[in-house]
């Protein structure tokens, strides 16, 4: 039998219609929660992505401000804009659009944003309190994503054993702390495999829950996925592909068709993963106005 789908576009979107009573309380508060996205350069997918978070904010009644420096713009330049935004009262949340030019240093930029407002995730501060599960923490949306589309399509987590591959600071890590914590979406017993795992698929053939991070196209083959296996696909690759219109097609980091013949449900790209992401980027959004308001 052919996996069933989880759709994590449905899902992003009924769980971004609840955000909005949360929102217009704040804003009746006279705080409407705001977010600031910098972009440096113009590299294709990221301007896709910023254009997308702003609508998002956009329609949900958030503030949304973007802010664009040329691919050759100085670490100095950046980092003043990141410390007007610390300072802006209507900004809640910053969020600096990955990757950055050569010539920046990406750990001083991301160190540089307020903890109270890293609503990606990155700073020391918020890794820590992720990592020790306190709530005031902001998770890393692809990896917090993950979890609510887990929650929301019924997987059970409690006991069971989620592979994770892909060991960066963005996906794998702050899955595993999420993963590993007590409660909903969560009590797992939990592998991280990486580019250095010897025999990887007699590793992922143990996952009952595997989540694939590693920016490979098609890495994962059914023939790594254990029958019955919920198998989520956090890449996305631009792969070409003369016969489409653009010259080139997105797949994952998993052999969608070959997983989907073995697994009982799993996550497509595009429309997987990805409206998740967008949408917890919201939610923290949302946790950063209020806890700043409180
Ligand atoms: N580029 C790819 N993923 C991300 C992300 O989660 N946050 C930021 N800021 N940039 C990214």
Not at 90 to 99: F, N, S, T
Not at 153 to 171: D, E, K, L, M, Y
Request: aromatic content about 4%.
């Amino acid at each position: 039998m052919r996996a069933e789908l989880i759709d994590g576009k449905k899902i992003g979107q009924a769980m971004r219609a609840e955000l909005r009573p949360e929102i217009a309380a704040l804003r009746q508060r006279g705080v409407t929660p705001g977010l600031a996205v910098v972009l440096v350069g113009e590299d294709p997918a990221s301007q896709v992505y910023v254009r997308m978070k702003g609508r998002a904010c956009d329609d949900l009644g958030m503030r949304s401000e973007t802010i664009r420096l040329p691919a050759d713009a100085a670490e100095a330049e950046l980092l003043a804009v990141i410390e007007r935004l610390n300072a802006d009262p209507e900004i809640h949340g910053i969020l600096v659009q990955l990757p950055l030019p050569k010539q920046i240093n990406e750990t001083r930029v991301l160190h540089r944003i307020v903890p109270g407002k890293d609503v990606d995730g990155f700073h020391p501060e918020n890794v820590g309190k992720v990592a020790i599960g306190d709530p005031t923490g902001f998770r890393p949306a692809t990896p917090y994503g993950v979890q609510q589309l887990l929650v929301r399509s019924g997987v059970p987590t409690s006991g069971a054993h989620a592979v994770i591959v892909g060991r960066s600071n963005i996906v794998g890590r702050p899955m595993a702390s999420l993963l590993l914590h007590k409660g909903k979406g969560a009590d797992a017993t939990v592998t991280v495999c990486h580019s250095r795992t010897r025999d990887i698929g007699a590793v992922t053939r143990q996952a009952d829950v595997l989540i694939v991070a590693m920016g490979k196209p098609e890495f994962v083959r059914g023939d790594m996925v254990k029958p019955g296996a919920v198998v989520i696909d956090v890449g996305v690759n631009r792969v070409d592909d003369a016969t489409t219109e653009k010259g080139y097609r997105l797949v994952g980091d998993v052999a969608f068709e070959e997983a989907a013949a073995v697994a009982a449900r799993i996550t497509p790209v595009p429309g997987g993963v990805g409206p998740m992401t967008i949408t917890m980027l919201l939610y923290n959004t949302v946790q950063a106005a209020r806890q700043w308001a409180d």
